[in-house]
């Protein structure tokens, strides 16, 4: 559950990335198979070096999905259920990948709000994305 705070800080931080979800996504799957290279092992249907045009194109469908998210906040498990089951079923994505993923993501963030980007910030979407990946994976069992 995130608090009234919490939730400020992560609408805070969405208003900066609506409407931008294709570069900020892009940034993001490049500095995460870049950084973390077993990562692109899901993705291998985009050859060995995905070009900009593919990371574009799959940073903004992942980012739209975050940005319904936290339209969502209270109801995550309902709102991401169809992705939890192509993730779990279909992609069958490894959930050790997910923390990754939120590494990145917090440096996308830092890089850009560089000392906008409060602690408390931090913590938020530390949180908030946490909590999408326990739905996007509990159906890995
Ligand atoms: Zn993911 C897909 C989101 C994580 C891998 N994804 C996807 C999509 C989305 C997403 C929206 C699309 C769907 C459709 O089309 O229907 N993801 C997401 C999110 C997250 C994620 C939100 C967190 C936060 N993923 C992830 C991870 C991984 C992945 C971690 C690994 C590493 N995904 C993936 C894949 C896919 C996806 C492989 C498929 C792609 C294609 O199709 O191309």
Redesign the pocket.
């Known amino acids: 559950m995130l608090s009234a705070e919490e939730q400020a800080h992560i609408a805070q931080v969405w208003d900066l990335i609506a409407g931008h979800e294709a570069p900020f996504g892009a940034e993001l799957l490049l500095r ?1 198979f870049t950084v973390y290279p077993s ?1 692109k092992l ?2 291998q ?2 050859g060995a070096f995905p070009d900009e045009v593919q990371l574009l194109s ?1 940073g903004q ?2 980012l ?3 940005g319904v ?1 936290v339209q969502h906040l209270d109801d995550l498990r309902a709102v ?1 259920r ?2 939890a089951d ?2 779990a079923h279909v ?1 069958r ?1 490894d959930p050790a ?2 923390p ?3 590494q990145c ?1 917090q440096v996308v963030l830092a890089s850009h709000l560089q000392g906008e980007f409060t602690v408390e910030m931090q913590a938020a979407w530390d949180k908030f ?1 946490t909590g ?2 326990i739905v ?1 994976t509990e159906h890995q069992r």
């Open positions: 995460l990562t899901y993705f249907h985009l799959h469908r992942m739209q999905a975050v998210a991401l169809p992705l192509l993730h992609l994505v990948n997910f990754l993923l939120i993501f994305l999408v990946a996007l």
